[in-house]
């Protein structure tokens, strides 16, 4: 069964590296971004089948490596690659000479070209490689931007460029590209949860509200589903989410009892990678405040040891404790995430 | 006035008609959906002088180091019918053998897909392919079990003919002889003009 299961999963990612392998001959650069959607889903499904086995040989597991590495290379992600080619050199090392000759004959001068040429971008970009590839950073963001669509078009399935341009539109209040720029990082690494949380708290600010709340219908249904899986994080944007919609929304208790719901799950999360706890059990009090039909207090932000978010709020938000704690999330300044 | 092809037909005494609707059938519709526009575009294109069916010299050895025969292939097609399967292959293929395609380098290495899928489906009757390698060998794989991979390596050149085909094989061959978690591994290489191929056994 399981190696059945194997052979069905590779066989799978076969076929997408063959598709995209059309798609790039027949459509060239206008088919890139789709060709390299396909090439990251055929890297996820070789890192699938491998997990598969019990106990898979050395040459089989360099052999997953250089394949999902080398998809990498195809789908032009550069970021998401160097994190594959540490995979290939680690499986190297238990292999014979010859093995990782003749396994890596054609990645070794793909994955260095690529490289290469990904440097060779980042030197041509100057107020992008001052501020070190970080948004927050960026002095003058109206050059950075035209860099940043220049490396984006040039490097179309790295999903961490495509994540940048998501933090462009935000910190420049563009919205609606940064939700265009979101999605396609979304379609790169559907299963980055930083990516899921960002479009969870961009959804209320972007969509229609009937659209809006359909998608956090869609969120919360996951969440339950996957609870011990998600990280904290996953749990406090969506609780943000909801905050925010009850605002519009003409069913606000329900949005209520949701962020509630959420902040509890996150609250007890295993997983807290950003540190979101402090905000969970902010968003928690509040909803909780809520739920109850009390005012939402200030104390809550006391009480998480997040008061600081009272003094930087501004001045008209300040007797809103709702609006303190959504607004604090408006920047998009989630570190980039480095998932493959 | 009999042609050179001709003559090597009747002394091969083997002729096989392959019908390119058929490899619908005999291949898994995924790897078929791609490389039959190619393939349709190269027999096709003003450069390997269009003319149905399109008969390949195809020099077949079915063991390895064994005797080789030699088998007229012939392909045809009825456009009408691959529309049933892709509405779109008229076109894709049309844009393949006009060179519009963004990538023209990409036409032999599809159309070689295609080929050696069509060879699988005549020289190995009943082995479908069912994965593919992208970054080791060989390309198409007809058993992707671990430690014990069967599959065919695959080349196409749009010229050069016999000497284009030996080439390929004689750079192809020595690492693929080296490598021990192959269980069987076959090489298909193609030139679209003049019309020759080698299928040959190179493992075990």
């Given at each position: 069964m399981t190696l059945d299961a194997y052979r069905h999963v590779k066989s799978g990612g076969g076929k997408l590296k063959f598709r995209a392998r059309a798609i790039r001959a027949e459509q060239g650069e206008d088919g890139a971004f789709e060709a390299a959607v396909l090439l990251r889903e055929a890297a996820r499904a070789e890192e699938r089948a491998l997990r598969l086995l019990q106990a898979p040989d050395v040459e089989t597991r360099l052999g997953a490596a250089v394949e999902r590495c080398g998809c990498l290379v195809g789908a032009r992600a550069p970021n998401a690659a160097s994190l594959a080619w540490g995979e290939v050199l680690n499986e190297s090392d238990a292999a014979s000479p010859e093995i990782v000759r003749t396994y890596r004959q054609k990645l070794d001068p793909a994955y260095d070209a690529l490289q290469r040429a990904f440097r060779r971008a980042i030197d041509a970009s100057p107020v992008l490689k001052a501020a070190r590839l970080r948004w927050a950073y960026v002095a003058d963001q109206a050059s950075a931007r035209a860099e940043l669509e220049a490396l984006v078009a040039q490097f179309p399935g790295d999903f961490d460029l495509a994540y940048m341009l998501y933090q462009a539109g935000v910190f420049t209040r563009d919205h609606r590209a940064a939700w265009a720029a979101l999605a396609k990082a979304r379609q790169l690494e559907p299963e980055n949860y930083v990516a899921w949380g960002a479009e969870l708290l961009l959804a209320p600010r972007v969509l229609p509200l009937s659209k809006a709340e359909a998608h956090l219908e869609a969120a919360y249904s996951q969440l339950r589903r996957l609870r011990g899986d998600v990280d904290a994080d996953s749990f406090l944007c969506f609780a943000v989410a909801s905050l925010l919609l009850a605002g519009a929304s003409k069913q606000p208790k329900t949005h209520h009892a949701r962020a509630l719901e959420a902040a509890e799950l996150g609250v007890s999360a295993r997983s807290d990678l950003f540190d979101s706890k402090p905000d969970l059990r902010v968003a928690r009090d509040l909803a909780a405040d809520l739920v109850a039909g009390?005012?939402?207090?200030?104390?809550a932000f006391y009480r998480a040891g997040r008061g600081k978010l009272v003094d930087a709020a501004p001045a008209k938000d300040r007797n809103d404790p709702v609006r303190i704690f959504t607004g604090?999330?408006?920047?998009?300044?989630?570190?980039?995430p480095s998932a493959a | 006035m009999t042609s050179l092809g001709e003559k090597r037909r009747r002394a091969a005494g083997r002729a096989r008609t392959y019908r390119l609707e058929q490899l619908y059938q005999d291949q898994d519709r995924d790897w078929v959906f791609d490389s039959v526009p190619a393939l349709v575009g190269l027999l096709s294109s003003s450069s390997t002088k269009r003319r149905q069916p399109c008969s390949f010299d195809v020099d077949h050895m079915?063991?390895?180091?064994g005797a080789t025969t030699r088998l007229a292939l012939s392909l045809d097609w009825d456009m009408a019918a691959l529309e049933l399967q892709d509405p779109a292959v008229r076109e894709r293929a049309r844009r393949y053998a006009s060179g519009?395609?963004?990538?023209?380098?990409?036409l032999p290495e599809m159309a070689g897909y295609g080929l050696a899928l069509v060879a699988v489906s005549v020289l190995l009757p009943g082995q479908r392919v069912v994965d593919m390698e992208q970054?080791?060998?060989?390309?198409?794989?007809?058993d992707n079990t671990p430690g014990a991979r069967r599959g065919v390596e695959v080349a196409c050149r749009t010229s050069g003919g016999w000497a284009a085909v030996r080439s390929v094989r004689l750079d192809k061959l020595p690492a693929l002889a080296r490598?021990?978690?192959?269980a069987e591994v076959h090489l298909s290489l193609w030139s679209g003009w003049p019309r020759v191929s080698e299928f040959c056994k190179v493992k075990p």
């Open positions: 009390r005012p939402p207090s200030i104390n604090s999330f408006a920047y998009g300044g989630h570190a980039l | 079915p063991t390895t180091g519009r395609t963004p990538h023209r380098e990409h970054w080791r060998s060989p390309d198409l794989l007809l490598e021990k978690t192959l």
